[in-house]
């Protein structure tokens, strides 16, 4: 079957039999079981625990259609009935439109394909029709299901499909010829007077023990009634005895423990003896006399309740106020800002309490982390809150400063992780008047300029173990969150340091060394004018010409060493004196804002880059500013520009909580011409 709550429809299958038998004429009839009325798992489509539909509560016409895979039609139903007191679907229908697919499903039925069926439910509301059973076990379509367990109460069947996979193993699909059946019926011979007559004395026998039988049943019945009657009078008396002594019990409880009435009132609710009672006074009277951990929101709603808790954590792991009210609002920052920095252990009994636990500072973490797992996270989520706290701090520090990479390279994105091929179009012809008829010049463009786009996935688990939890280590946990989320935003810029600063200026690289890449070229005004006036034009032939594409629209790249170099030769209005020789001085300075400063931290890095010749702290380059000129192209897989952060299950000998960040990213070569790299 498959169910939805929007305007698409999402399949789930039903595992079915089938068997095939062509009719004579006309198109084929499907008898099939649709639902057997067991539960069903249907955790791909985000439900924790299995799912039972309420046969009775299912709402159908008679006639809907019969498609092939959830998509072609392919025929349609002419009854579905409700069986065995609404506790089963099945039903009735024809392949009554011709087709390929038609034909197909009708050889493969009589070749005994184990064709399977499906059914198409739609759940108008959601919230009011799906109930949620957590404990005690349900009785749905005369059956007994255990808990957790979730009831659909009400859908409707808008479709039934003919498909290869299914769920239910009890349901089936087949073909029928019932004109062919009827027509084998009624060619039998009639039956002679003396067949009648024993046919006669059969059915009166069959009468006289049907007669027989439901006489004994209404006996039956009317001996458990009085039965029924005997031991409900006597219950009832049981009853008003027990509700007097409640009665009593009651009262002197009251009396005993007048300053805890909400303990006695839940005591009783729950079924808690005396003793278990007098204990929870008495643990409540301690707990009042001990130092208390502030409760923050303690009173507040759900969402309330986890967005405090969460810019809490946050701003305890180093997030500023204003990047933590942008994402939780400033009134629950300017509330939790005031509360001081808060560790693991804290939030574990904050937590717990909020639950309903009764917990303080002393309290045992794996007492307290024990409560919170039988609890069920069934108001508020601790995987949940790292996951989300540490989305925030990365959307942050992006904010604060970005990836060298992301901001200097062409975007691309690749659909999958095979290797993609690109093509910049070069060549073809300019423009040019039109012939003598009125006509315009043909051109194409040519495939020379092509390189290859790749994917590659880093990824790191953060693991917040027992013992942190227990020695309450904020700095721990705050630093290795740091740790992680540093280690996802230098991935980029690794990757392009290896290829813009670690290749060697040989031969059949990427970098072509006599033309980009020169070695003995420290940062000063007569190299960068010398390079500058190389690497400036970038020309594509056009025909028999060729056109200048770049003019003055450059970077310099340079690395921490360089900076204040750059500086002196970029930022000085007027040359002042710069050599003794020098007669220009108080001369306007050409090379005033003419290039971009752009500071690359990761020149000079050997031991992440290697130590490679161009890696050198006294490196710089010239790129071009227009990001379709970019020499790299920073590729992501299916256009997702930020690290995945999310919570994971840790294996069953591991203790703790784990967050983990992975990145489908790479760096690749896309145009080496219009570029240029120095060393000094």
């Given amino acids: 079957m498959r169910v939805n709550n929007e305007a ?40 924790d ?10 709402a159908n016409k008679q006639k809907i259609p019969i498609l092939y895979n959830h998509w072609e039609a392919v025929g349609h139903t002419t009854k579905i009935s409700k069986l065995d007191g609404e506790t089963k679907l099945s039903g009735r229908g024809f392949l009554s439109l011709p087709g390929v697919t038609t034909t197909k499903i009708e050889e493969g039925l009589k070749n005994g394909f184990p064709y399977e069926g499906s059914m198409g439910l739609r759940i108008d509301n959601w919230k009011d029709h799906i109930s949620f059973h957590a404990k005690d076990p349900v009785v749905v379509n005369g059956r007994t299901f255990q808990a957790p367990i979730y009831v659909v109460e009400k859908s409707r069947m808008i479709e039934m499909t003919v498909t290869e996979f299914g769920r239910d193993g009890e349901t089936s699909f087949e073909l029928l010829n019932e004109e062919r059946r009827m027509t084998i019926k009624n060619a039998a011979p009639p ?30 019945k009317a001996a458990l009634d009085l039965k029924n009657k005997q031991e409900a009078d006597l219950k009832n008396k049981q009853d008003d005895l027990s509700s007097a002594k409640l009665l009593i019990r009651t009262q002197k409880l009251i009396n005993n423990y007048k300053d805890h009435l909400d303990i006695v009132e839940n005591g009783l609710q729950n079924g808690w003896d005396d003793e278990r009672i007098k204990n929870e ?50 009134e629950t920052v300017d509330q939790v800002d005031s509360e001081g920095p808060m560790g693991p252990l804290e939030l574990c009994v904050m ?12 309290s045992d973490p794996d007492v307290v982390c024990k409560f919170i797992k039988n609890a069920g996270f069934s108001t508020f989520s601790m995987p949940n809150l790292f996951e989300d706290v540490g989305k925030a701090q990365l959307e942050e520090r992006w904010a604060l400063n970005p990836p060298f990479a992301v901001q200097h390279l062409k975007e691309g994105s690749n659909p999958d992780f095979r290797t993609t091929s690109k093509i910049r179009p070069s060549g073809g012809e300019m423009w040019e008047g039109l012939s003598a008829d009125g006509k315009i010049s043909h051109t194409s463009f040519g495939k020379e300029t092509r390189y290859t786009s790749t994917l590659d996935t880093k ?35 690794y990757k392009l340091g290896l290829k813009m600063l670690a290749q060697a200026s040989a031969a059949s690289t990427f970098w072509v060394d006599t033309v980009n890449s020169f070695t003995s070229m420290a940062l000063t005004r007569a190299n960068l004018s010398t390079r500058y006036t190389d690497v400036r034009q970038y ?43 020098n007669t220009k001085t108080g001369s306007k300075n050409y090379w005033f804002n003419k290039f971009q400063m752009a500071m690359f931290a990761q020149m000079g890095n050997t031991s992440a880059l290697g130590n490679v010749n161009f890696v050198a702290s006294t490196s710089w380059v010239l790129w071009p500013k227009e990001v379709r000129f970019s020499p790299y192209e920073v ?39 219009a570029i240029v790299r120095c060393k000094a």
Avoid at 192 to 207: E, R, V
Avoid at 639 to 647: H, S
């Fill in 191 to 220: 039956a002679d007077d003396k067949t009648k007559d024993d046919l006669d004395l059969k059915n009166k026998k069959a009468q006289e023990e049907l007669d027989l039988k439901n006489k004994k049943e209404l006996e039956d």
């Fill in 281 to 330: 006074v008495e643990l409540v009277q301690l707990r009042n006399q001990l130092p208390k951990i502030p409760s923050g929101s303690s009173k507040d709603t759900k969402a309330t309740f986890y967005n405090h808790m969460a810019a809490r954590m946050a701003i305890s792991n180093g997030m500023t106020a204003e990047g933590a009210a942008k994402k939780w609002g400033k």
């Fill in 8 to 47: 698409n429809v999402k399949p789930i299958h039903i595992k079915c039999e089938a068997k095939a038998t062509l009719p004579e004429k006309g198109p084929a009839k499907l008898s099939f079981m649709a639902y057997s009325g067991d539960s069903v798992d249907l955790s791909d489509y985000g439900f």
């Fill in 635 to 673: 590729t992501y897989l299916r256009g997702k520009k930020r690290p995945t952060i999310e919570t994971v299950e840790l294996p069953s000998d591991m203790l703790g909580f784990g967050t983990r960040g992975y990145w489908d990213v790479e760096v690749n070569e896309r145009e080496n011409t």
């Fill in 459 to 493: 990824g790191q688990i953060v693991i917040l173990d027992r013992e942190t939890i227990v020695n309450d280590d904020r700095d721990v946990l705050a630093s290795m969150m740091d740790a992680m989320l540093e280690g996802a935003m230098m991935v980029p810029d």
């Fill in 351 to 362: 937590v717990a309490n909020h639950m309903g636990g009764n917990y303080t500072g002393f």
């Fill in 539 to 581: 020309n594509e032939t056009r025909g028999l010409v060729w056109n200048t594409i770049i003019n003055g629209e450059w970077k310099l790249i340079h690395g921490p060493n360089l900076e204040e170099t750059a500086w002196e030769i970029l930022k000085q209005d007027y040359i002042v004196g710069d050599t003794t020789a």
């Fill in 49 to 58: 625990h299995p799912v039972v539909y309420r046969v009775s509560g299912i």
